[in-house]
C-alpha cells in the first residue's frame, strides 16, 4: 500500500531501520521538539528503533512515515506522514517534521502536498486532520496553504502543563 513518492526536489522515502541514526537526531532536536508535546525528546536509539517499528508493522496497517531525501545533496532532512488512517470514516491524521536549517525552502510545501495527494489517490480518503500547537506560525501557515480550516480547539497535559492546539481539518473531494 505504501510506497516511496518522488517530487521535483525530494524522494519521500518510506522510513526503514537504515533511519535509525537520522530519526534519533531528529526527534533529540530542540527545534523538532519545540511544539511536540506528546512525547520527551529521544534519549537512547532503541527509542528510534522503537518509532520504526510502529511505521514499519505489517500491512494492512493505519500509518506510515516518510524520510525526506533531498535528491540533490543525497542528504535527509525531515519526515513526514499519517497515523490514525481510519478506512471506515476514510479520515486520517497529517504530521510532519523539517530540520531548521531547511526551513523558508519550500521542501515541506512540496512533500506535503505530494502525500495529500497520495491520501486522496491511493489511501481515498475524505478528511485529513492536523493537530498544531497554537504558537505554530509555520506549521499552520503550511496548513493553511493547502485549504485546513480550523475546525476545534484540545488542551493536551505535558510535563504537567496544559497546552492548546488548534485543530484542523482539510475536507478532499475525490474522483
Known sequence: MFVNIE???LLLRCIDQTDREFIFEEFQNGFINKYL??????TKIEQADDLIGFYNMKEPRNQNRWVLINKFENIKIGTCGFHLWDTDMKTVEIGFELLQQYNGQGFMTEAVEAIIEFARNNM???KIIAIAFF???NCK???EKFGFQIVDKEECEFR???YL???YELVLING
Not at 508535546?37 to 529521544?42: A, G, Y
Open 124 to 126: 481515498k480518503v475524505n
Open 37 to 42: 508535546f506528546d512525547e520527551e525528546p529521544m
Open 141 to 143: 501557515s503550511l496548513l
Open 160 to 162: 504537567g502543563s496544559m
Open 165 to 167: 492546539h488548534d485543530v
Open 135 to 137: 504558537e505554530n506560525r
Open 7 to 9: 517530487t521535483k526536489r
